[in-house]
């Protein structure tokens, strides 16, 4: 019986030479990454070990660290987080050490900076970690300790997780992006559909998917309950990662024969842009549904790493060209990295968003986690581009959130209620 593509990675990345899905084994890990939120507490295990084996870090080169959540610092408690991982970083010499000015969320600011690779294995304390599948890699969120013994060791534990294929044939319909094909697919398996199982993106429709909506797919695999999200490497992976110059990789698929615990097919011709009623992102609904409910908002949200590239800021712009926000909207966008600012700024988008009223945020991933610029309050709704609604996620227990693509989020920032373009 011949192996999945991430059967594949993680064996070559271990001692067992036979291992396949269902083994335990010790990884040897490609690359770490931690946040503001995370770092801190693996740097105090990293600690630990420090004091116990006289080891230090086992490849400072292979240490991320992206104080991206709740910067810029806002307040006292989150400043001394931030602290933590600069002191780490001066300490150690960590390059990859990305401070404000320089950082973006992080899901968009490693690809960006080509620090992830085909083949690779690659963990982070962060559950959207799994974005980086879009690439071929094995890339997984881990806890903090993990993070921590793995920042000393250069190990981290799995259990090869057994595979479930989708395949996605068809036509995508007008407005439907990766969000709406990962929202729809949730949908139909719920939110455990996936548990620690490897979701392998396959089909006509991936084949000619853009990079943008591929990572986009995989961010979201953990919201199926999934070990990782993989799509196997093709011309548009080749090409995206051709301006890294100096980038090693492997490129795996999987073998014909492989095994899947299932495999399901999917018509895209059936599906229209989506949106996830609170409180998961199993509660998904065609938007000509969702339309006749005519549920107005407070607030709508363009960004996060699930949404904050730069193919996303266009969409989002050119229904908000020439047009005002409504009144009683208020419109963030966040975009993913400066990289991508500035490319908005070159492009003009910066200025029709600001034209209808809607406005800037550093990259940062602020509200979508409720940590700041653009909590809601008892009550109030939003419609947002990012990956979790659930109770509280952004601010009060009382108020909603509204999953979309950005093409719905803009129309439904104009309209006032979530709707199409």
């Not at 993680?10 to 010790?26: E, N, Q, T």
């Not at 492009?347 to 940062?364: D, K």
């Not at 990956?387 to 104009?414: C, D, K, Q």
Request: a negative charge; charged letters at 20%; glycine letters at 10%.
């Amino acid at each position: 019986m011949g192996l999945t593509i991430t059967e594949k990675i993680l064996r070559d990345h271990c001692d067992i030479k036979s291992a396949s899905a269902g083994d335990f084994i010790l990884a040897r890990v490609d690359k770490c990454l931690g946040n503001d939120i995370t770092a801190p507490i693996a740097i105090e295990v990293f600690e630990k070990i420090v004091e116990g084996t006289g080891k230090g870090l086992f490849d400072k080169d292979k240490i991320i660290l992206t104080p991206d959540h709740f910067t810029p610092n806002k307040d006292i408690e989150s400043a001394e987080q931030c602290k933590k991982l600069r002191n780490f970083a001066h300490k150690y010499e960590i390059p990859n050490y990305f401070e404000v000015g320089r950082v973006g969320i992080e899901h968009c600011l490693i690809p960006e900076k080509g620090l992830v690779a085909p083949g690779d294995v690659f963990i982070g304390a962060d559950s959207h970690t799994c974005t980086y599948g879009a690439l071929g890699a094995f890339s997984t969120g881990v806890g903090s300790t993990d993070l921590g013994a793995a920042m000393a060791l250069g190990l981290c534990w799995f259990k090869i997780p057994e595979s479930i294929k989708f395949i996605y044939s068809g036509k995508l319909n007008e407005w439907v992006s990766g969000k709406d094909l990962i929202l729809y697919t949730i949908g139909k398996i719920g939110v455990d559909g996936a548990s620690y199982m490897s979701m392998e993106f396959t089909g006509e429709i991936i084949q000619n998917l853009s990079m943008e909506n591929r990572l986009t797919m995989c961010n979201m695999a953990i919201e199926a309950g999934a070990k990782n999200g993989i799509i196997v490497p093709d011309r548009i992976t080749k090409d995206y990662i051709d301006s890294f110059k100096s980038l090693n990789f492997k490129l795996y698929e999987s073998d014909l024969d492989a095994e899947y615990v299932e495999k399901i097919e999917i018509n895209c011709n059936e599906i229209e842009p989506q949106v996830a009623f609170p409180p998961s992102p199993e509660n998904t609904k065609p938007i000509s549904e969702v339309d006749a409910l005519h549920i107005d908002i407070n607030q709508a949200v363009i960004g996060s790493c699930t949404n904050g590239r730069i193919e996303d800021l266009r969409i989002a712009a050119a229904i908000l060209r020439n047009v005002k926000i409504n009144k009683n909207v208020r419109c963030i966008v966040l975009p993913g990295t400066q990289k991508i600012y500035l490319q908005a700024l070159k492009e003009g988008l910066i200025e029709i968003f600001l034209n209808s009223g809607a406005i800037f945020s550093t990259p940062t991933c602020g509200p979508c986690l409720g940590g700041h610029c653009g909590i809601l309050a008892s009550g109030e709704r939003a419609i947002s581009t990012t990956n979790r609604n659930f109770t509280g996620r952004m601010g009060h227990v009382e108020s909603e959130i509204y999953l979309s693509n950005p093409a719905i989020a803009a129309a439904s920032a104009i309209k006032g209620y979530i709707t199409s373009p």
